[in-house]
């Protein structure tokens, strides 16, 4: 049987269809009941609770033979850095250490493509450095996961697959629709030029990705990274969807580091407050940061490529939000 955490999220959702449709035996860690609904698959197995109780890891991991780990804190939507720590880093020792004793066969962790980088963030692999992004709990806390599932591994002969994937977008992305309505009310603007270059990747081919992962053993013990093989500038990505949209974007452009400062003081205000910040830095930093990635070790050790170019990924995004009603 397999475990997968954040089965709810956009990933998860997506990745669970799938394990249900290749004949698998899923359970799915969920904080809450009415959670069950929103994923809408049958044959699965539930388990309730918050992932930073021990007991519930405890619980969830009786019988299990591999272990999807997806959940995830991000400052877009937890208001409280310890709180991001915690189900970043905290629940993941703990089911590190519930899987050794249950004799789990197989542990993957979803990590991030910013975990690492080199200069200017061009041409990231699996060996890049890590980075410790001081105020970014996000990249911070998934680093060292990653540092300390290694060590784990290492130390207790439990197999590991790290993946991180890029930034993934398709049908379900909330901070993709968000884009998307900002375009259709010609609200969006760049913050600097849009020149810098990224690399997105498919909800599919993630879960493609993910699947190949637990049907080949020559995954164990290694890190991947997952990217779409496109790479083109943030304007360029930006002026695909207003065209997908049948749409044009308004001639504004906002200087970078006046943003970045109000970023970082946004973050803290609502920090103090108790709520999520509307603006954080690495939220401005997407607009001038490259995110150019080398996935030629998926192709070579996995035989793995991802299938789904821009164009077609975000055609049918954006079908599917118009199909959902969630955008005209």
């Known amino acids: 049987m397999i475990l997968v955490t954040g089965g709810t999220g956009f990933l998860g959702s997506h990745l669970i269809k799938k394990l249900v449709c290749g004949k698998y035996n899923v359970r799915v860690l969920i904080k809450n009941e009415n959670d069950i609904n929103n994923i809408g698959c049958q044959r699965l197995d539930f388990i309730v609770g918050d992932i930073r109780n021990e007991d519930v890891i405890k619980r969830a991991l009786k019988g299990i033979e591999t272990v999807i780990h997806l959940a995830v804190g991000h400052q877009s939507k937890i208001s409280k850095k310890k709180d991001i720590w915690d189900i970043n880093v905290k629940s993941t020792i703990n089911l590190l250490n519930e899987s050794t004793k249950n004799k789990v066969t197989h542990f993957i962790y979803c990590s991030s493509a910013r975990v690492t980088c080199n200069k200017d963030r061009e041409k990231v692999d699996e060996n890049s450095p890590y980075v410790f992004n001081k105020d970014d709990i996000y990249e911070k806390s998934k680093a060292f996961t990653e540092e300390?599932?290694?060590?784990?591994?290492?130390?207790?002969?439990?197999?590991?697959?790290?993946?991180?994937?890029?930034?993934?977008?398709?049908?379900?992305?909330?901070?993709?629709?968000?884009?998307?309505?900002?375009?259709?009310?010609?609200?969006?603007?760049?913050?600097?030029?849009?020149?810098?270059?990224?690399?997105?990747?498919?909800?599919?081919?993630?879960?493609?990705?993910?699947?190949?992962?637990?049907?080949?053993?020559?995954?164990?013990?290694?890190?991947?990274?997952?990217?779409?093989?496109?790479?083109?500038?943030?304007?360029?990505?930006?002026?695909?969807?207003?065209?997908?949209?049948?749409?044009?974007?308004?001639?504004?452009?906002?200087?970078?580091?006046?943003?970045?400062?109000?970023?970082?003081?946004?973050?803290?205000?609502c920090n103090f407050l108790n709520i999520v910040p509307p603006l954080f830095p690495s939220r401005i930093r997407f607009f001038v940061e490259n995110n150019i990635y080398d996935i030629s070790k998926a192709r070579t050790i996995l035989n793995f490529s991802p299938t789904v170019d821009i164009r077609t990924g975000m055609k049918k995004t954006i079908q599917w939000f118009r199909e959902n009603r969630l955008i005209q």
């Open 148 to 269: 300390y599932i290694l060590k784990f591994s290492k130390e207790n002969k439990l197999p590991i697959t790290i993946i991180r994937p890029s930034l993934i977008y398709g049908e379900g992305d909330q901070r993709l629709l968000r884009i998307i309505n900002l375009i259709q009310r010609r609200m969006f603007f760049f913050i600097g030029s849009g020149n810098n270059i990224i690399q997105l990747v498919y909800v599919g081919d993630v879960v493609a990705f993910i699947m190949r992962i637990l049907e080949n053993e020559k995954s164990r013990g290694e890190i991947f990274l997952i990217a779409g093989e496109e790479r083109i500038t943030l304007k360029e990505y930006i002026c695909s969807i207003a065209k997908e949209l049948n749409t044009t974007l308004p001639n504004l452009t906002l200087p970078y580091y006046p943003f970045l400062i109000l970023s970082f003081l946004c973050e803290k205000f």
